[in-house]
């Protein structure tokens, strides 16, 4: 079992940045990735960005490539994103994932723990 928790977020105005992290309780050799995905009211949670543990790789949404940045401290078991250029359509709770094996890096069925999320607030 692998317990998330997930620091940051909060209230910003249009245009600000605000940053997350996740520390996972525990970590082995060959656990593939961790990532963020985030739910907005009414909507399903979509992925938002993800890193390789091993590799550094990151990948990102189309939506946020360019204005979020994900990083990783290996020796910490965390991870960290920044998010900067905000818009009221980033308003959304953010859920920390961690994925053991590989495969798609994309998809909310593909990992196995999940953080209570934490919310993030976009304001005009």
């Known amino acids: 079992q692998v317990q998330l928790v997930e620091s940051g977020g909060g209230s910003v105005e249009a245009g600000g940045s605000v940053s997350v992290s996740c520390q996972a309780s525990?970590?082995?050799?060959?656990?593939?990735?961790m990532g963020w995905f985030r739910q907005a009211p009414g909507r399903e949670r979509e992925f938002v960005a993800s890193?390789?543990?091993?590799?550094?790789?990151?990948f990102y949404a189309g939506s946020v490539k360019g204005r979020f940045t994900i990083s990783k401290d290996n020796s910490k078991n965390t991870i960290y994103m920044e998010m900067n250029s905000l818009t009221p359509e980033d308003t959304a709770i953010y859920y920390c994932?961690?994925?053991?094996?590989?495969?798609?890096?994309?998809?909310?069925?593909?990992?196995?723990?999940w953080g209570p999320g934490t919310q993030v607030t976009v304001t005009v």
């Open positions: 890193i390789l543990w091993d590799k550094g790789v990151a």
């Open positions: 525990r970590r082995t050799i060959g656990d593939f990735a």
């Open positions: 994932a961690f994925k053991r094996q590989p495969g798609e890096w994309g998809e909310r069925t593909e990992y196995d723990y």
